[in-house]
């Protein structure tokens, strides 16, 4: 079956611009995390979906960081105002319960490139 | 909080040779561990996890880890590696709480040469 996608592969923007990263999970996949992959500091964990509970934001860098994730699938993170520092890989991974003992999917990311 | 070191950047190795990349955890409570890969251009890809049970756990393309609690490791094995694993390894731990919150190392490069 399909595995995780993402969409764009490729995103340049100028600084300053809002830019929408887009991610479609595995179907049936009920957990969507987002990360990111960036030179300085590695991959870290920005946000978490479960089902239709809250979900978990304690890895957003800052306010200008959202996510959203319409009607239990496909999932779009926004950076408003994006900075240099915003520049990096953002990967998308779905799993299919959510628990801790779960396998995460991931897709191939989103190369942002802030001018 | 949990932390993991992988303190191996670049491991270069021929092929046919094994290969050990090493990968210490810490944290004061019990972890699940993982190793992930990452091929050029591609998302990461799940090699094998320890949850629980035996502590040698074996996984995707002959590779293998071993827990030891007692010296916080996870480390990766492979007795013969192929052009085809060079790649970036990543070891990672979450929790037994809540949801899988992966922290991960920084990377080891895995590069095999003829």
């Known amino acids: 079956g399909a595995g995780v996608s993402q969409s764009p592969s490729n995103k340049v923007t100028e600084k300053g611009k809002d830019v929408e990263l887009r991610c479609d999970p595995i179907?049936?996949?009920?957990?969507l995390y987002w990360y990111r992959q960036s030179l300085g500091q590695g991959l870290e964990f920005l946000i978490y979906?479960?089902?239709?509970?809250?979900?978990?934001k304690s890895g957003l860098p800052s306010d200008r960081f959202s996510a959203e994730r319409t009607g239990g699938s496909v999932s779009t993170l926004t950076i408003q105002r994006t900075q240099q520092e915003d520049s990096a890989v953002y990967l998308c991974?779905?799993?299919?319960?959510?628990?801790?003992?779960?396998?995460?999917?991931f897709g191939p990311g989103t190369r942002l490139t802030v001018l | 909080a949990q932390s993991v070191t992988q303190l191996d950047s670049q491991v270069p190795v021929f092929e046919e040779a094994p290969v050990e990349l090493r990968c210490n955890y810490s944290?004061?409570?019990?972890?699940?561990l993982f190793w992930y890969v990452q091929y050029p251009n591609q998302g990461l890809q799940l090699l094998l996890k320890y949850l629980s049970g035996s502590t040698l756990v074996k996984g995707i393309n002959g590779f293998e880890a071993e827990f030891n609690k007692s010296q916080t490791s996870f480390h990766l094995r492979k007795p013969s590696v192929h052009i085809s694993d060079t790649a970036e390894y990543f070891c990672?731990?979450?929790?037994?709480?809540?949801?899988?919150?992966?922290?991960f190392g920084t990377g080891t490069r895995l590069l095999v040469s003829p």
């Open positions: 179907s049936g996949h009920t957990a």
């Open positions: 944290s004061s409570v019990s972890v699940y």
């Open positions: 990672a731990v979450s929790d037994d709480t809540g949801f899988q919150k992966l922290v």
């Open positions: 991974a779905s799993s299919p319960l959510g628990g801790s003992t779960d396998t995460q999917y």
């Open positions: 979906f479960q089902g239709n509970s809250a979900p978990d």
